[in-house]
């Protein structure tokens, strides 16, 4: 009976040893398994992480990402993604064509010499403007000011034309226009800073935001592929039709700034005048052999502009 128990006893014990090994094979075929997926599935990982950081590696920034990035026009344009800039009455006869590029020292020139004599013309209904903001003296000098003025202008014309003209205006002031070298307009601080002296731009906190964000970057992008239009590739540069507009130099002598800007003002409307007809009132005024020149003594024998300084009547 003794016997017998004890054989009993050896093969359930048998058994349980039997069914503990197969039990443990299994655990480790398991684990075996987990791990080969594991590693399958960190390779994977590995793969697809380096393919992304290949893929965005590759990817544009800056800049050349604003091109793909969505439109947004501002109000206020017309033409293929709104880049016809035409501000004037609507029942105004004929357009005159500005080119100008916000970096450009000559072009700032001509807005604080000349500006108020286009805005009146303007205001008066004499011609609409078209205005094309080239953006090239980033390429040529490096930075990105010129394009980041450009979409801070979009976000004024997006207020109203009055704010795009004031704000161009204001940018393009004595007080603020840097050293074209100076790539001060690529930071959002300081165009918000020059924004502060128009009124409709000022504590205005949907075009402080889109300065901020960039929101007409697309669209300066369109606005910067424009180069060329009319094989214009300087600034400033007027166009009536597909026919240049040509000011005279002012004469590079030793004068104020003031009487600078009075001859070079002079210049302009002579321009214009040849081109558009005398202004309404004015038949007849400024044809003498004198008109558009000015003593050479400044106020007080101030010094002014020298030979080889910029002058606006020449294209950038």
């Known amino acids: 009976m003794s016997n017998r128990n004890s054989q009993t006893s050896k093969t359930a014990a048998r058994e349980r040893i039997r069914a503990e ?12 398994q987990l791990v080969v997926a594991g590693v399958v599935i960190g390779a994977l990982a590995l793969a697809g992480g380096i393919g992304f950081a290949v893929m965005k590696a590759n990817e544009p920034t800056g800049w050349e990402a604003a091109k793909e990035a969505e439109l947004v026009a501002p109000a206020h344009t017309q033409g293929k993604n709104g880049t016809e800039i035409l501000i004037g009455d609507k029942n105004a006869k004929e357009t005159l064509e500005v080119f100008e590029d916000v970096r450009c020292p000559a072009c700032a020139a001509f807005e604080q010499s000349s500006g108020k004599a286009l805005l009146k013309d303007i205001e008066d209904g004499r011609y ?16 990105e000011g010129s394009k980041n003025a450009l979409s801070a202008l979009g976000a004024a014309l997006n207020v109203s034309p009055e ?27 300081e165009l918000l800073k020059v924004a502060g002296e ?43 039709g597909d026919k240049k507009l ?20 002079a210049n302009f409307k002579k321009m214009i005048d040849k081109e558009f007809g005398p202004a309404k009132g004015t038949a007849g005024q400024g044809s003498g052999k004198d ?22 009547s020449g294209a950038h």
């Open 128 to 143: 609409k403007v078209r205005f094309t903001m080239y953006t090239f003296i980033d390429g040529m000098s490096g930075g």
């Open 21 to 32: 090994r197969e039990r443990q094979k299994k655990k480790e075929k398991l684990r075996r």
């Open 198 to 240: 128009v009124p409709e731009l000022k504590n205005n906190k949907a075009f402080a935001t889109a300065v901020k964000k960039g929101t007409y970057d697309r669209w300066t992008m369109d606005m910067t592929a424009l180069f060329g239009r009319k094989g214009v590739k300087g600034t400033p540069n007027f166009r009536h």
């Open 291 to 312: 008109s558009g020149k000015s003593d050479s003594k400044g106020e007080g024998g101030a010094k002014g502009i020298r030979e080889g300084e910029k002058d606006p």
């Open 163 to 189: 704010a795009f003209l004031k704000y161009k205006a204001a940018l393009y002031s004595a007080k603020y226009h840097p050293d074209e070298r100076e790539d001060l307009y690529a930071k959002d601080s």
């Open 246 to 265: 040509v000011m005279a130099p002012v004469p590079q002598r030793q004068m104020t700034q003031a009487q600078y800007n009075q001859l070079a003002e």
